[in-house]
């Protein structure tokens, strides 16, 4: 049973950092891509973060701020966030893509950035 689980979220005030992390388990295979993706109230599902054969991409409206990272031995995939705004405030959802193009998503973790 393939199992993805996010932690890490919180309250945080403006400005604040947090580090989602994300661990995997049950999937068989290659692994294509891991990412992170938020979604905002009454807003769409968009990427924030990426790693594809070990390069990062980044969403306009968090580089300089947000840093993905990896640990192929530990099946985690994580997501620093520095200098966080309200407007970051989403529940941010991991994503996992096999070599299959199987997609695999947490059930979410819930980030909110507040004074």
């Known amino acids: 049973q393939v199992q993805v689980v996010e932690s890490g979220g919180g309250l945080v005030q403006p400005g604040g950092s947090l580090r989602l992390s994300c661990a995997t388990s049950?999937?068989?295979?290659?692994?294509?891509?891991r990412g992170w993706y938020r979604q905002a109230p009454g807003k769409e599902r968009e990427l924030v973060a990426r790693i594809t054969s070990g390069i990062s991409t980044y969403a306009d409206a968090v580089k300089g701020r947000f840093t993905i990272s990896r640990d192929n031995a530990k099946k985690t995939v994580d997501l620093q966030m520095n200098s966080l705004k309200p407007e970051d405030t989403a529940v941010y959802y991991c994503n996992i893509v096999d070599i299959a193009t199987r997609n695999y998503w947490g059930q979410g973790t819930q980030v909110t950035v507040s004074s």
């Open positions: 049950g999937i068989i295979g290659s692994i294509y891509a």
